[in-house]
């Protein structure tokens, strides 16, 4: 067991691989990655598999199996995901079962095109889930506007949900009020309110966001106070007799989860973001390439304050920099969820050419 990413676990704080590919599941990498490196669970989403089906040779035969059956590109790309991430539930299954469902999960995020369509969102999520017919999947819903209804329904339906692309305190709080309306309205139903949940802030992009309007003293440092705030909200949530009312019943709380925590600034230790959001009972999902650097060479620091620390200290040193944090988040949602509807036009692209191939040499050697 490597000691620095046992140091994290010890702590409270859960690693999460943030990859998926058929390759990683083939060669039993993952599965070391699980006895060696601590890690619990693993997401995925549009960017990732776009990656990972459109490079090399992995996922040709599959390919041209579903096109000869006719499927469409989006049809096709649920099956191979599926395929992909109940294999991976399965490896964290034994994780899954010791924790009492507590760790153990995987991720699938629906189509972004339907950011915007609450009703189909809720019929998506219901319609995966039970595809993939394993109790340790989350379905991901972006906590926007339109996804936060489809969220609590979701959750009243029994779906487990990651919440993505929250980029602020208030993101994360409208996503926790989803989630709190969802169990409220089960426990009120009679049904059992042990339905899991993840709210996943996405950190290294503020940074990015800011680096070129801000000076050098300031740069990555933002990321990281809106991640402070927002534990700070979730401690204070968990301590609330709202929730303490849900947790006698037998609800169990809706964990933060940090995203997109690799470094993105090449003059920036690699492994910042993982050392400076240890915190417990939280998850922390990263790339692979962060990953190994942490297991290498990570140090992770005291953990996470629960009063937020200096955190809205930091945050009023950005606004007189001239940042408009608000401002700002509303921008960094709207944009995730255009690229992430970019990455799934790219990734049914890369399908339909890889089904077009097939079909080609199929028709070379059978002319008519």
């Known amino acids: 067991m490597n ?20 390759d990683l599941l083939d060669n039993g990498t993952l599965a070391r990655y699980i006895s060696d490196l601590s890690v619990t669970g693993l997401t995925s989403n549009p960017t990732i598999f776009e990656q990972a089906i459109g490079s090399g040779a992995s996922y040709d035969d599959a390919v041209q199996t ?3 059956r006719g ?11 599926l395929a992909d991430l109940t294999r991976a539930a399965d490896l964290f ?48 819903i972006p906590g926007t506007p339109q996804g936060l209804p489809a969220i609590e329904q979701s959750i009243f339906d029994g779906v487990p949900i990651n919440v993505t692309l929250l980029f602020s305190r208030e993101h994360y709080l409208a996503a926790a009020e989803a989630y709190l309306r969802g169990i409220e309205r089960r426990v009120d139903a009679g049904l059992s309110p042990r339905v899991q949940s993840v709210a996943s802030l996405f950190v290294s992009r503020w940074d990015a966001a800011v680096k070129q309007e801000i000076s050098p003293p300031f740069h990555n440092r933002l990321g990281i106070a809106v991640a402070m705030s ?3 909200a979730h401690c204070v949530l968990l301590a609330s007799a709202r929730w303490r009312k849900l947790a006698a019943a037998g609800a169990r709380p809706q964990r933060l989860l940090w995203a997109s925590t690799a470094t993105k600034d090449p003059a920036a230790r690699d492994t910042l973001y993982v050392e400076a959001l240890a915190a417990p009972q939280t998850i922390n999902t990263i790339p692979e390439k962060t990953l190994l650097a942490f297991a290498d060479h990570g140090q992770p620091g005291a953990a996470l304050p629960a009063d937020g620390g200096l955190a809205e200290v930091v945050l009023e040193e950005f606004r007189r920099e001239g940042v408009d ?22 990734l049914l ?6 089904s077009s191939t097939s079909a080609k040499a199929m028709a070379a050697e059978h002319p008519q």
């Open 3 to 22: 000691a620095n990413t046992r140091k994290l676990h010890d702590l409270g704080q859960r690693l999460w691989l943030d990859n998926i590919t058929r």
């Open 66 to 68: 579903l096109a000869a």
């Open 71 to 81: 499927l469409s590109e989006e049809g096709t790309f649920f099956e191979l995901a």
């Open 93 to 140: 299954r034994p994780v899954f079962d010791a924790s009492d469902g507590v760790d153990g999960w995987v991720s699938l995020e629906v189509s972004p095109l339907l950011a915007s369509d609450t009703a189909g969102t809720i019929l998506a999520a219901a319609q995966l889930h039970g595809r993939a017919a394993r109790p340790n999947l989350f379905i991901k």
């Open 230 to 232: 927002c534990y700070k």
């Open 325 to 346: 944090d608000e401002a700002l988040a509303a921008q960094l949602q709207r944009d995730g969820v255009l690229a992430f509807a970019k990455s799934w036009g790219g």
């Open 349 to 354: 692209a890369r399908i339909r050419e890889k």
